[in-house]
Structure formats: structure tokens, C-alpha cells
Nanobody, 120 residues
Framework: QVQVVESGGGLVQAGGSLRLSCAASGSIFSISTMGWYRQAPGKQRELVVRITRGGSTNYADSVKGRFTISRDNAKNTAFLQMNSLRPEDTAVYYC??????????????WGQGTQVTVSS
């Protein structure tokens, strides 16, 4: 099994910054893509950004230039640096990990989510 744990959420004023962390652990053979998604009240979960093992990234237009994803392949961790936060960034942020548990078994895993609240 693979466990995914996020941390770093909280309450911040508009214009402020937060750094989220995601750590994957368990029976991991390898991790390919790691990503951050978010879900605001009454809305569907949406992609914020994802990063491949090689470092290629895909950002949502709404966060380009403000958010930066990074990862440490050796530690199975990913980070999301969020700057210039806006009230519309308020949501529960989830880490998603595509993990191989053997040479033939792979699937994605989700963390429990961390709340980010941006006050105006």
C-alpha cells in the first residue's frame, strides 16, 4: 500500500504565501507523476499542477506565474510554493501520486487534503 500525506495548509491574507508538502510512503517501487489538485466548496476537483519524474510540469492557467511545484525523487516528496495568493485560491488541496508498487502494478493515490483559506 501507498500512503500520501499533505501538510502546510492554513489561513493567509490575500497576497501572502504558503508552501504545501506532500510525502508518499509505503511499498513504492517508483513514482512517475505527482500533482496537486484542489476543490472549492460546491465545485469540482481541478488540476492545479503536476510534475513528471523528469521535471516536466503542467500548470493550470489560473496559477501560472504564482505557484511553483518541485519534487525530490529520492524522498518521494513534492512541494507547492504558492505566492500572491487570492481569495479564489481558497480550497482543499490534494496531492495525487502515480506510484508503481511493482514492475507491473501502478495506480494513483490521493492524500486526505489540506485546507487553504485566503482572506480578502
Amino acid at each position: 500500500q501507498v500512503q500520501v500525506v499533505e501538510s502546510g495548509g492554513g489561513l493567509v491574507q490575500a497576497g501572502g504565501s504558503l508552501r504545501l508538502s506532500c510525502a508518499a510512503s509505503g511499498s513504492i517501487f517508483s513514482i512517475s507523476t505527482m500533482g496537486w489538485y484542489r476543490q472549492a466548496p460546491g465545485k469540482q476537483r481541478e488540476l492545479v499542477v503536476r510534475i513528471t519524474r523528469g521535471g516536466s510540469t503542467n500548470y493550470a492557467d489560473s496559477v501560472k506565474g504564482r505557484f511553483t511545484i518541485s519534487r525530490d525523487n529520492a524522498k518521494n516528496t513534492a512541494f507547492l510554493q504558492m505566492n500572491s495568493l487570492r481569495p479564489e485560491d481558497t480550497a482543499v488541496y490534494y496531492c495525487n501520486v502515480w506510484a508503481w508498487t511493482s514492475l507491473s502494478d501502478a495506480r494513483d493515490y490521493w492524500g486526505q487534503g489540506t485546507q487553504v483559506t485566503v482572506s480578502s
